[in-house]
């Protein structure tokens, strides 16, 4: 239980930093009034407010939130916000039942966008940085 409240809050703080660090991020929540809520089906949960660019949280539940990610339980919860391979996660919590979205699924689509900017920036390899193409079609013509 405690793993899970700390994620939630430590999730909040995360939010914060991308919006004060990221112009991409800030850009993204400019303009956006919505309040969403992450929960137990305990009753065990986290709000979070996105008003006038600024990202807020408090522990508790909100009465009228636009979405809420409830999980059964709060080890279930930990395991699917804190796996590495994230969305599959989510789905396979969907799939198990683990996981229920309730609310405006709308708002959840841009909640996901909101935690693209969470993930680490792409590691480009080495053969990917180079400036010089070969255009497929040359090396086709090449082979006639």
């Given at each position: 239980?405690?793993?899970?409240?700390?994620?939630?809050?430590?999730?909040?703080?995360?939010?914060?930093?991308?919006?004060?660090?990221?112009?991409?991020?800030?850009?993204?929540?400019?303009?956006k009034?919505?309040?969403?809520?992450?929960?137990?089906a305990?009753?065990?949960?986290?709000?979070?407010?996105?008003?006038?660019?600024?990202?807020?949280?408090?522990?508790?539940?909100?009465?009228?939130?636009?979405?809420?990610?409830?999980?059964?339980?709060?080890?279930?919860?930990?395991?699917?916000?804190?796996?590495?391979?994230?969305?599959?996660?989510?789905?396979?919590?969907?799939?198990?039942?683990?996981?229920?979205?309730?609310?405006?699924?709308?708002e959840?689509?841009?909640?996901?966008?909101?935690?693209?900017?969470?993930?680490?920036?792409?590691?480009?390899?080495?053969?990917?940085?180079?400036?010089?193409?070969?255009?497929?079609?040359?090396?086709v013509?090449?082979?006639?």
């Amino acid at each position: 239980m405690i793993k899970f409240k700390f994620l939630l809050w430590a999730f909040a703080q995360l939010l914060k930093r991308q919006v004060k660090n990221n112009p991409a991020c800030a850009q993204y929540v400019r303009g956006k009034h919505m309040l969403f809520q992450i929960r137990t089906a305990s009753g065990v949960g986290r709000n979070y407010t996105v008003h006038q660019g600024r990202i807020s949280s408090a522990a508790g539940l909100a009465a009228n939130p636009a979405f809420t990610l409830s999980f059964r339980s709060a080890r279930a919860g930990y395991k699917i916000l804190s796996a590495k391979d994230s969305q599959a996660a989510f789905l396979r919590g969907l799939g198990s039942a683990d996981l229920a979205i309730s609310g405006d699924f709308q708002e959840v689509m841009w909640f996901q966008g909101l935690t693209a900017f969470l993930q680490p920036p792409r590691v480009v390899a080495p053969y990917d940085r180079t400036a010089f193409q070969v255009p497929v079609t040359s090396v086709v013509e090449q082979d006639k």
